[in-house]
């Protein structure tokens, strides 16, 4: 009866837009991963990098990133998920102001360091706030819309790369265009901050305060007086006031769930995608084109990001999140394996890289893209939601800050070919891993999906 009552739910606009608020800090994370890749070579050139410190100066945020959403679970268990998610906002506009500042390349990883503090905190607590207001039908495509938030910030970032590098000339370039392209950050951190004052805490944190009329009065506002009643009823059956340790989250029925947590976090990161979007510019420079058509080639990678995460978000509910990460993930994996061939021929391949990658990131943006932020957000139970995926978004900033800390590395000594070989062989494993591990999640409320761990245990 419950899962007809999900279906028969109308769509709620209220959750829609409080999640598309919450959504917001998908597009600061986007935001910085975009900037970076149209920074990175005038910074480059100002500070005078080797291979070594512009992977340090890019994956300094992402260290910033993991200490963030290393401690977001125990602090949103403890101050709520809209606190945190204040914090996260402001942390991230300091951040934006000082990275536009330094003449030190210190200075400037400080900066980033701080903004990536917010950054991890925003990317583990979205989509954990937006799955305990949806119901189980929408869920899905509602996490999704951080993702969506995501590829928008990456999207809207490459053209304002292309145009702050298109406004002066080299010199200029190298001395104020990363600068500008840093500070245009504030925009989108202090719109994040002003929404955020808007939005109702959880009603499943609620509920662990013993807070059940406020819980109850949210649900009620989100998806109907009927609906909100059984849902709250659900809560109650599986409520624990007391908040798991790190240590309980290695009890029986908790280990699959936190395994799975963690190492498709993982697999999201080290099957290559921010290693194209971090380089993309120095990856088409690789075929031999110059900076600005560089630029310009990455605006593609931007718009295919966009489209393909909208088409994410109808086909999440409807195919469920098991299928579109083997099929995604296949794809992917063909894709980089191309993508290696083309610099192996070497001569006139600079086409047939583009598309390779082009469909790599397509096949990511309706598969690993979406469908990770998604299942971290629905597989932990309540009572550990915070600080299980603080743990999995911690192991996934790791694994970011290997990838953009030693790509530039391995294209050096490596070499391209052997680079994109190797992620393809990464997203091979991913497809078996998800394929005989990874269960399906579709049409489950969260409460069912914490039984489903139960009857594992």
Same mark, same amino acid.
Do not use: C
């Given at each position: 009866m419950a899962k007809e009552l999900q279906h028969r739910r109308p769509f709620s606009w209220y959750v829609t837009f409080y999640a598309t608020m919450a959504a917001i800090g998908g597009f600061l994370f986007g935001y910085d991963t975009a900037v970076i890749s149209g920074a990175i070579g005038f910074i480059e050139v100002r500070f005078g990098l080797g291979a070594a410190m512009l992977g340090w100066t890019v994956s300094s945020l992402i260290l910033g990133a993991a200490c963030g959403a290393a401690v977001t679970g125990v602090l949103s268990d403890r101050f709520g998920r809209k606190k945190i998610l204040i914090a996260a906002a402001a942390l991230f506009t300091v951040g934006a102001v000082c990275s536009a500042?330094?003449?030190?390349?210190?200075?400037?990883?400080?900066?980033?360091?701080?903004?990536?503090?917010?950054?991890?905190?925003?990317?583990?607590?979205?989509?954990?706030?937006?799955?305990?207001?949806?119901? %189980?039908?929408?869920?899905?495509?509602?996490?999704?819309?951080?993702?969506?938030?995501?590829?928008?910030?990456?999207?809207?970032?490459?053209?304002?790369?292309?145009?702050?590098?298109?406004?002066?000339?080299?010199?200029?370039?190298?001395?104020?265009?990363?600068?500008?392209?840093? %500070?245009?950050?504030?925009?989108?951190?202090?719109?994040?901050?002003?929404?955020?004052?808007?939005?109702?805490?959880?009603?499943?944190?609620?509920?662990?305060?013993?807070?059940?009329?406020? %819980?109850?009065?949210?649900?009620?506002?989100?998806?109907?007086?009927?609906?909100? =009643?059984?849902?709250?009823?659900?809560?109650? =059956?599986? =409520?624990?006031?007391?908040?798991?340790t790190l240590r309980e989250l290695l009890a029986p029925s908790l280990r699959m769930p936190l395994f799975i947590g963690i190492v498709l976090a993982v697999l999201q990161q080290i099957t290559g995608i921010n290693a194209i979007m971090y380089y993309a510019p120095e990856i088409f420079e690789e075929t031999g084109i110059g900076t600005n058509a560089a630029l310009v080639q990455t605006i593609w990678i931007g718009v295919v990001n966009f489209v393909f995460t909208l088409l994410a978000l109808w086909l999440?509910?409807?195919?469920?999140? =098991?299928?579109?990460?083997?099929?995604?993930?296949?794809?992917?994996?063909?894709?980089?394996?191309?993508?290696?061939?083309?610099?192996?021929?070497?001569?006139?391949?600079?086409?047939?890289?583009?598309?390779?990658?082009?469909?790599?990131?397509? %096949?990511?943006?309706?598969?690993?893209?979406?469908?990770?932020?998604v299942m971290l957000s629905e597989i932990f139970p309540t009572r550990v939601r915070g600080r299980a995926t603080a743990v999995a978004a911690f192991s996934l900033w790791l694994a970011t800050f290997m990838v953009s800390q030693f790509f530039p590395m391995l294209i050096e000594s490596l070499g391209p070919t052997t680079t994109f070989w190797l992620f393809a062989v990464i997203s091979v494993i991913a497809v078996i891993f998800c394929a005989t591990i990874v269960p399906e999640t579709k049409g489950k409320s969260l409460e069912e999906i914490e039984r489903l761990w139960d009857k594992r245990g």
């Open positions: 500042l330094p003449n030190t390349t210190a200075g400037l990883v400080i900066a980033r360091i701080i903004g990536g503090i917010g950054v991890g905190m925003a990317s583990t607590l979205s989509p954990v706030y937006i799955a305990e207001i949806s119901p %189980a039908a929408y869920r899905g495509r509602l996490v999704s819309i951080y993702q969506l938030a995501v590829v928008t910030g990456i999207f809207v970032t490459f053209f304002v790369n292309a145009f702050i590098a298109g406004f002066g000339d080299d010199p200029w370039d190298i001395e104020y265009a990363w600068r500008w392209m840093f %500070a245009f950050g504030v925009v989108p951190g202090v719109l994040y901050l002003v929404l955020l004052m808007f939005i109702p805490e959880s009603p499943r944190w609620l509920m662990k305060q013993n807070q059940e009329v406020r %819980a109850l009065d949210i649900l009620e506002r989100m998806n109907g007086k009927h609906a909100a =009643k059984s849902e709250l009823q659900e809560m109650l =059956k599986l =409520k624990e006031t007391d908040a798991a999440i509910d409807k195919v469920g999140r =098991k299928a579109l990460l083997v099929a995604g993930g296949s794809v992917m994996a063909v894709s980089l394996f191309a993508v290696g061939y083309g610099f192996y021929t070497g001569a006139d391949a600079g086409l047939m890289i583009l598309l390779f990658i082009l469909l790599y990131v397509a %096949a990511f943006a309706v598969s690993f893209g979406p469908v990770v932020w």
